[in-house]
């Protein structure tokens, strides 16, 4: 059974940083696809960024995040990793990792419905 669990996330002042993890386990022939995506209170769930895991890890992050944060795929400890730095109040929200069983077309990258598993969530509070 795929289970996908994560750790990290808390409180923090903006302009400071955090790594969020999420540790897959079960996951037969690998998931292509991972990626962190995040939902305020009363917003939709929104992608933050995506990596494919099977060879050369392209990398692609929302606009919103560029520059600011950082996906990552330690594939010997099956953990996936988001470094985010320069955190503002805006990226309050609760965290999740997501995996794909299938490889994904770009225009389904930051969606989450395409993607199969799901972790936990963890909250993330950037003070002002």
């Known amino acids: 059974q795929t289970q996908l669990v994560q750790s990290g996330g808390g409180l923090v002042q903006a302009g400071g940083s955090l790594t969020l993890s999420c540790a897959a386990s079960?996951?037969?022939?690998?998931?292509?696809?991972m990626g962190w995506f995040r939902q305020a209170p009363g917003k939709e769930r929104e992608g933050v960024a995506t990596?494919?895991?099977?060879?050369?890890?392209?990398?692609h992050y929302a606009d919103f995040v560029k520059g600011r944060f950082r996906v990552s795929w330690v594939k010997a400890k099956s953990t996936l990793y988001i470094e985010m730095n320069n955190l503002e109040p805006e990226d309050s929200a609760k965290y999740f990792c997501?995996?794909?069983?299938?490889?994904?077309?770009?225009?389904?990258?930051?969606?989450?419905?395409?993607?199969?598993?799901w972790g936990q969530g963890t909250p993330v509070t950037v003070s002002s």
């Open positions: 079960g996951v037969g022939y690998g998931m292509p696809y």
């Open positions: 997501e995996g794909s069983k299938n490889l994904l077309s770009p225009e389904s990258w930051f969606t989450t419905a395409t993607y199969d598993y």
């Open positions: 990596l494919y895991t099977l060879g050369g890890g392209g990398q």
